[in-house]
């Protein structure tokens, strides 16, 4: 298994282009099942999760050409409604094959995603709202087993599930009738789906609100679609900027879908500029450490909670960061300490406080974004090297990291074991 080894002190500067969205990809890409023609996306990044995506539709008969950024997916030959343990337990957003499944075929059979490092991730939103829309569902040896002829309903979700709006988005726009889904996710990646669904020919109005409307339509044609920046790439790099008091700038991003987050780093003491794609982050005088509490969009975004809090490590004064949306997502704070944070944990709340640095040493990678904030931590650790074991899990989430980090003036390498 490769490591990367960083040595830090170094303040990161220059530019670096922001991939397109892992998050959006992977709807994206399960929402070609539902098509009767071909489709095109744009934008797609060059990462081990949108492989396995690509496994998964192809395992079921999806043609698949990945060249550069671009993706096309012929779903013509699709043969297939099945999607196998071996294939989902590697990612779990294989589960959102479901709803599209559905909407082709009128049945399914998709294995339960296992729970992951961060938490035992149920699927309980995703089922009651498929069940709402007229489909039969068994639990079979692991296997969600549904089939059913989707019908317009109105759905209410028990929590803004990304995934399960998802999903439902999918399975109601062939549905016959009306469907209005309430409490729904708000994300970015929830609009950039609906365009790409209303690109094929459905009728999505919504997006984007907590209330979206979906009137069912027979067919879906191809399209083509642009997808959209991935904005927690975005806060990844501009973290690692301010972290080593360097001045670096992301390039085609989108400042709007980073609003919450943009603000903290300002309340923080830090200058912002967003022009256009760009946005620039710098702190020369340091920061002061603010308080954090992770929410569904529009508020601050979970997936940068391992990574601002390597930067309350460092900041003047202490910070409470309440991790709301997952029940076990501080599996960063250990190594932290290891290379000398001081941090308590209690629950689902980490007590942080600023020290003057951080030390080297060999830490272990365990979800994606808590491996992210590792290398973070390894760039700020002017003494020793940071050696970080099991980057496959970062290589989920970022393409070669250490290269682009290393264009900013990094001293860091992947070693290949
Ligand atoms: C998506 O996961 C993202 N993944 C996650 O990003 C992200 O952290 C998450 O949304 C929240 O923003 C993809 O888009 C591929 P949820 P998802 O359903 O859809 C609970 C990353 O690092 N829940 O919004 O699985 C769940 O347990 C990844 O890129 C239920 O209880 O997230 C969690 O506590 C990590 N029942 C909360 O809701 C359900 O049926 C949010 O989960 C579904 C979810």
Redesign the pocket.
């Known amino acids: 298994m490769d490591q990367i080894l960083v040595r830090g002190g170094v303040p990161l500067r220059g530019r670096v282009v922001v991939r397109g969205a ?2 959006s990809a ?1 709807p994206l890409m399960a929402a070609a099942i539902v098509s009767q023609e071909p489709c095109v996306l744009h934008n797609v990044p060059c990462l081990h999760d949108i492989f396995s995506m690509d496994k998964i539709l192809s395992s079921m008969g999806m043609r698949i050409d990945f060249t550069g950024q671009s993706m096309t997916l012929d779903p013509t030959a699709l043969n297939s409604s099945e999607a196998s343990y071996e294939l989902v337990r590697k990612m ?2 294989s589960f959102f094959v479901l709803g599209a499944l559905l909407a082709r075929f009128g049945k399914a059979k998709v294995s339960l995603p296992g729970g992951c490092a ?9 089922l009651k709202g498929l069940a709402s829309l007229g489909i039969e569902i068994r639990i079979e040896d692991g296997y969600v087993v549904a089939q059913g002829k989707l019908r317009g309903a109105n759905v209410g979700l028990d ?1 803004p ?4 709006t998802e999903n439902l988005m999918m399975a109601a726009a062939m549905a016959d009738g009306v469907t209005r889904l309430n409490n729904v ?1 708000r ?1 970015p ?1 929830i609009v950039d789906l609906a365009e790409f669904l209303n690109a094929m020919g459905a009728q999505i109005s919504g997006a984007g609100t907590d209330l979206i409307t979906i009137v069912g339509v027979p067919e879906l044609k191809g399209a083509v679609h642009e997808v959209i920046p991935d904005r ?1 790439e975005a806060g990844t790099f501009l973290i690692a900027g301010l972290a080593t008091r360097g001045d670096v700038t992301v390039a085609k991003a989108n400042a709007g879908h980073l609003e919450s987050f943009l603000d903290k780093l300002r309340e923080m003491g830090a200058t912002v500029e967003a022009r256009g794609s760009d946005i620039r982050a710098t702190a020369p005088n340091g920061l002061v450490a603010k308080d954090v509490s992770t929410q ?1 969009y529009p508020g601050f ?3 940068l909670q391992a990574q601002m809090m390597v930067l309350m490590c460092i900041s003047q004064g202490t910070s409470v960061i309440r991790e709301s ?3 076990n997502r501080f599996m960063q704070v250990a190594e932290l300490r290891r290379m000398g944070a001081d941090i308590d944990v209690q629950g689902s709340t980490a007590v942080v406080r600023g020290v003057s640095g951080l030390s080297g040493a060999p830490v272990m990678a365990s979800d ?2 808590a491996s992210a904030a590792l290398v973070i931590a390894g760039l700020i650790a002017s003494k020793g090297e940071t050696r970080i074991a099991r980057v496959y899990h970062i290589d989920r ?1 970022y393409e070669r990291i250490e290269e682009r980090l290393a264009s900013l003036g990094a001293d860091i390498k992947r070693r290949r074991e």
């Open positions: 892992k998050n992977l779990r957003a961060i938490g035992e991730r149920p699927v309980d939103i995703h929590f599930s990304v995934g399960a996710a994300e990646e927690i569904p975004p979970t997936d949306v997952f029940e994606l974004r989430g």
